[in-house]
């Protein structure tokens, strides 16, 4: 790294007021220039979604030291695209990061996660990203544990960058220390019994989206899932480009129908 003090982006899917984003904020303040654009209030879930019919809200807020804070009325995507396009204007950021997250965003959790849509979203503008997650739920939950394996990484990525497309998802155990770091492939695993039905005193149905998830490979030892349960920090390297070559090199036949 040289001199010069990176620009990071920061963003969230818990909210600008999250102990999270104070959290990593926290650990980077030192040595980066930080600017904070994130939801005005919980948007877990949304992914890569952004706002295509309602209008968006942006407001300069100052509850975060040592850092340019703003809130968006949209989602955590949305928060990247205002944040490049109408906050950071003529100045790229070095590095966008996501989190740190409330809840673990492994395995399948990584398509649902508006943690991993804020790096991807910072992907697909080339910027090198990185979503932050831990397994602790605990909104309250304290993260400084955290610190050394945060700054290792974004150091890591800021001196070497990451390939074109690509972005990190990083999920920390809940333990009382670390076993130390996997650098390991997404785990397969699904969600069951996702929908609670209830009845409302007004007499009609309402339901909960609630659910139980469900390792679909126990025996690997290879996926991020294993190491998590093995007390180790797990870096996925997580890809843009979804295309199966493997499989578009068998269907190339189709061609000739």
């Known amino acids: 790294m040289n001199s010069k003090r990176p620009l990071i982006l920061i963003s969230n899917d818990d909210g600008y007021h999250s102990n999270g984003i104070r959290t990593l904020v926290s650990f980077l303040s030192d040595f980066a220039e930080i600017v904070v654009c994130?939801?005005?209030?919980?948007?877990?879930?949304?992914?890569?979604?952004?706002?295509?019919?309602?209008?968006?809200?942006?407001?300069?807020?100052?509850?975060?030291?040592?850092?340019?804070?703003?809130s968006c009325s949209g989602t955590p995507v949305d928060c990247v695209k205002l944040a490049l396009d109408r906050i950071?204007?003529?100045?790229?950021?070095?590095?966008?990061?996501?989190?740190?997250?409330?809840?673990?965003n492994s395995s399948?959790?990584?398509?649902?996660?508006g943690t991993m849509g804020i790096a991807y979203e910072g992907c697909m503008k080339y910027i090198p990203s990185i979503a932050f997650s831990s397994c602790d739920y605990d909104p309250n939950a304290d993260l400084s544990y955290l610190r050394d394996y945060v700054r290792l990484i974004v150091k890591k990525v800021l001196a070497d960058g990451l390939p074109k497309g690509v972005c990190l998802n990083v999920n920390f155990p809940k333990v009382e220390k670390f076993?130390?770091?996997?650098?390991?492939?997404m785990g397969w695993g699904s969600w069951t019994r996702e929908v609670e039905a209830c009845k409302h005193p007004r007499g009609f149905d309402y339901y909960w989206m609630t659910g139980h998830y469900r390792n679909d490979e126990p025996d690997a030892t290879d996926n991020?899932?294993?190491?998590?349960?093995?007390?180790?920090?797990?870096?996925?390297?997580?890809?843009?480009?979804?295309?199966?070559?493997?499989?578009?090199?068998?269907?190339?036949?189709?061609?000739?129908?």
Request: charged content about 25%; aromatic content about 10%; some cysteine.
């Open 38 to 70: 994130a939801p005005e209030a919980a948007r877990s879930g949304f992914s890569c979604a952004f706002s295509v019919v309602d209008y968006l809200l942006l407001k300069k807020r100052n509850n975060i030291p040592n850092c340019e804070v703003w």
């Open 88 to 104: 950071l204007v003529d100045r790229k950021p070095d590095l966008i990061l996501g989190g740190i997250n409330h809840g673990d």
């Open 108 to 113: 399948v959790n990584n398509h649902y996660s």
């Open 179 to 185: 076993a130390g770091l996997k650098v390991c492939r």
């Open 224 to 257: 991020d899932q294993w190491a998590l349960e093995h007390g180790y920090v797990t870096v996925t390297p997580s890809k843009i480009d979804v295309t199966d070559y493997e499989v578009l090199d068998k269907m190339k036949s189709w061609e000739s129908l």
